[in-house]
């Protein structure tokens, strides 16, 4: 075997740990949040799929957006995304970052997520129920074990494309507030 | 301990010994609100803070563009006789300008950076009123004036999802109800717990 084939099958195997331990960083901007409490306990039980709460970006794989983004907080979950170890992916929950919702008109919340970062899985509703989340997640190991989830090399090969559109809507990505300077 | 529509009497008194209300209106037991001139606010709001009215649970603006003023609404609290008093004064809408009552309520700071955010009432007395609260780098009149638009705003800003397939519409042919029958099948397999 060549050293690509042999890099292949190395890292088809660490896919195969690595969608079987999926660590999320729950970012809960929204009321679709109010879903995660049966999906972690007992009722649904997300442990059995080998997946977990994270506590820091760092050394989390999903980035699990629940909810509504305002201007505010999507400065900050583009920080929270940057930071994330790669690879990583994006799962998005209810109709508030597929096309804004029922806060399609205002003025403080953006319409659509997969323009800023990039999006694996959405789940849709509103909010979802808590087996949409669980599909949802299992969708994803599908997607990661056939070489789907690509949303994080999607970031760097269009990287001027989503830092454009950061900053036609944000105007500047950088956070700037009194209790950070 | 008097009963509570003593303390709203009370309250009546003690703004009829102060200033002169331009209309009181009793919205219940524990709710009195009195609308007063511009330049009375600070006066009434120190006599009733001495009077026990110590707490400012809030301060906000509503915007009447027919009418060309902003009303300016102030509640306090007292712990002692349970009433919220609502002090409501017009201010011009064209230069909305009142001073601060950080002197009397220093907890005032934060409602009236973001009164000045959100309808550009100025508060002169305030040193941080200009200061940038809860929107960031915002570029347009401020958000909850009436004549703002939210949704012009929101189209000239994000990017909106282009659908090319109507997805509202239902359809019950069988084939589809098979379908249906299906998915749910499927969500109720990942459903973990006791089988019903």
């Known amino acids: ?181 | 301990m008097t009963n509570s529509m003593n303390n709203v009497e009370f309250v009546k008194a003690l703004v009829a010994k102060n200033i002169e209300p331009v209309k009181t209106e009793t919205i219940g037991k524990y709710q009195v609100a009195f609308e007063v001139r511009k330049n009375d606010v600070h006066h009434i709001l120190v006599a009733l803070k001495n009077a026990g009215w110590i707490q400012l649970s809030y301060l906000s603006a509503i915007d009447w563009p027919e009418e060309n003023h902003f009303e300016l609404v102030y509640i306090v609290m007292n712990w002692e006789k349970p009433v919220y008093v609502q002090i409501r004064a017009k201010i011009q809408r064209d230069d909305p300008v009142i001073d601060s009552v950080l002197p009397i309520y220093p907890g005032a700071k934060y409602y009236e950076r973001e009164c000045h955010e959100f309808f550009g009432v100025k508060f002169p007395g305030n040193p941080d009123y200009e200061k940038q609260l809860i929107l960031e780098n915002w570029d347009d009149i401020p958000p909850l004036r009436k004549d703002f638009d939210p949704e012009a705003y929101s189209d000239r800003k994000f990017p909106k999802r282009v659908y090319t397939t109507d997805y509202s519409v239902t359809n019950d042919k069988d084939s589809k109800l098979k379908k249906r029958e299906q998915r749910i099948a499927r969500a109720l397999s990942l459903r973990g717990g006791k089988k019903q």
């Open chain 1, 1 to 181: 075997m060549s050293k690509e084939e042999i890099d292949r099958k190395w890292y088809e195997i660490g896919d195969f740990f690595r969608r079987n331990s999926l660590w999320l960083l729950m970012y809960c901007t929204g009321c679709c949040a109010i879903e995660l409490p049966p999906a972690m306990t007992s009722a649904y039980d997300m442990e059995r799929l080998g997946m977990g709460p994270m506590a820091t970006p760092r050394q989390a794989d999903i980035l699990l957006v629940s909810g509504y983004l305002s201007l505010k907080t999507l400065r900050r979950l583009i920080y929270t995304y940057e930071q994330m170890s790669e690879p990583k992916y994006v799962v998005a929950l209810g109709s508030c970052p597929i096309n804004g919702g029922i806060y399609h008109d205002s003025h403080a919340v953006i319409n659509q997520l997969d323009q800023y970062i990039p999006v694996d899985v959405y789940v849709a509703g509103c909010m979802p129920n808590t087996e949409s989340v669980m599909n949802g997640f299992v969708d994803l190991m599908d997607q990661i074990k056939h070489k789907k989830a690509v949303g994080w090399k999607k970031y760097h090969e269009n990287h001027d494309w989503y830092k454009a559109n950061q900053i036609q809507s944000l105007g500047e990505i950088d956070v700037h507030d009194e209790f950070h300077e």
